[in-house]
């Protein structure tokens, strides 16, 4: 009987992704990119997560999003990103960081190629434009 179960969920998975085209793995994909992306996350071990090939899972990401899985992976990451800048005075490597780049230099890129300003810019902008939102100064431990 749990063999039989069993079998039925696994036809029954794969009826859902034939029938939405894909969409549901892009779907748990895209939960597993929201749960990690301040990780070190590449494609193989989202595939790997959602049990399917990275080729294929590369396939239906430029299908149904729209774009490669990396460009998502970041602009998702400078999204969250712009609101720390927004909202509090870390440091902008300390920002990076919490947001899965490794690296100042190249979340400093990034940052400028997706929203067009320097994240320093970028903050500088939000605070004029916003400075009741910002804090006036952190929190103590």
């Keep these: 009987m749990q063999d039989l179960l069993q079998k039925l969920s696994c036809e ?5 992704r034939s029938q939405f085209g894909g969409s549901l793995v892009i779907r748990e994909a895209l939960l597993y990119i929201k749960a990690h992306y301040n990780e070190d996350i590449e494609l193989k071990k989202i595939s790997d997560a ?3 090939t990275p080729a294929y ?3 239906l990401f430029k299908k149904h999003v729209g774009m490669n899985y990396l460009d998502y992976l970041n602009r998702y990451r400078i999204d969250r990103a712009s609101e720390d800048l927004a909202h509090s005075k870390k440091k902008i490597y300390q920002i990076a960081r919490e947001n899965g780049f490794k690296d100042e230099k190249y979340f400093s890129n990034v940052f400028k190629k997706i929203a067009g300003l320097s994240p320093s810019e970028y903050r500088t902008r939000y605070y004029k434009q916003n400075p009741a939102d ?4 952190e929190p103590e431990d």
């Design 50 to 52: 959602i049990h399917i």
């Design 57 to 59: 899972l590369s396939v």
């Design 134 to 137: 910002f804090p006036r100064s």
């Design 12 to 16: 029954t998975a794969e009826l859902c």
